[in-house]
T-cell receptor, first 117, second 112 residues
């Protein structure tokens, strides 16, 4: 399968615990996005990478969220001291793209569903 | 901040009827993308529109980008049960990066 993969698919954790999610993008894609989606809502932007550089992080995120993309390949999203309000589907997407102004379609992974009890 | 709204929020149609969802941005967009998300699935890219007034067709689906590049529409002719899902539009922000703002979505149910 050459699509975007995410691991784990489901995560149940207790409030206050840290969790880490992984995203493996399509290999030739240099843009990688993280979104959060709650029931009945559209994907909400969290952060975005161009290769290994994190170019933007949503102001909606607290300092409890951090993302990395070492070597411009896979990415991890960590949530520290989880709260019940963090319960959501976390989606990763990747796309082609260089430094120009052209936008490309985003390919989404299956998501990681987080439940904080 | 920049907002992307869609109407209607929900639409129930009988199989064979037409369906239209409208997307409105608070700011001018350089391009707009449309995605479909099936129940329990993830968003899947449908199309991208770039030019003012652009119209693109994919079989029974017709996409249009407004002249002012602030609105867009998706029209489905003769809906089928396979069209069930939520349709999202998404536009890049004006900040110069490739951050996308997704619309609120229109959830389509098709009654056989």
């Amino acid at each position: 399968d050459t699509g975007v993969s995410q691991d784990p698919r489901h995560k149940i954790t207790k409030r206050g615990q840290n969790v880490t999610f992984r995203c493996d993008p399509i290999s030739e894609h240099n843009r990688l996005y993280w979104y959060r989606q709650t029931l009945g809502q559209g994907p909400e932007f969290l952060t975005y990478f161009q290769n290994e550089a994190q170019l933007e992080k949503s102001r909606l995120l607290s300092d409890r969220f951090s993302a990395e993309r070492p070597k411009g390949s896979f990415s991890t999203l960590e949530i520290q001291r989880t709260e019940q309000g963090d319960s959501a589907m976390y989606l990763c997407a990747s796309s082609l793209g260089g430094g120009g102004v052209i936008s490309y379609e985003q390919y989404f992974g299956p998501g990681t569903r987080l439940t904080v009890t | 901040g920049q907002q992307v709204m869609q109407i209607p929020q929900y639409q129930h149609v009988q199989e064979g009827e037409d369906f239209t969802t409208y997307c409105n941005s608070s700011t001018t967009l350089s391009n707009i993308q449309w995605y479909k998300q099936r129940p329990g699935g993830h968003p899947v890219f449908l199309i991208q529109l770039v030019k003012s007034g652009e119209v693109k067709k994919q079989k029974r689906l017709t996409f249009q980008f407004g002249e002012a590049k602030k609105n867009s529409s998706l029209h489905i002719t003769a809906t089928q049960t396979t069209d069930v899902g939520t349709y999202f539009c998404a536009g890049p922000t004006t900040s110069g990066t490739y951050k996308y703002i997704f619309g609120t979505g229109t959830r389509l149910k098709v009654l056989a």
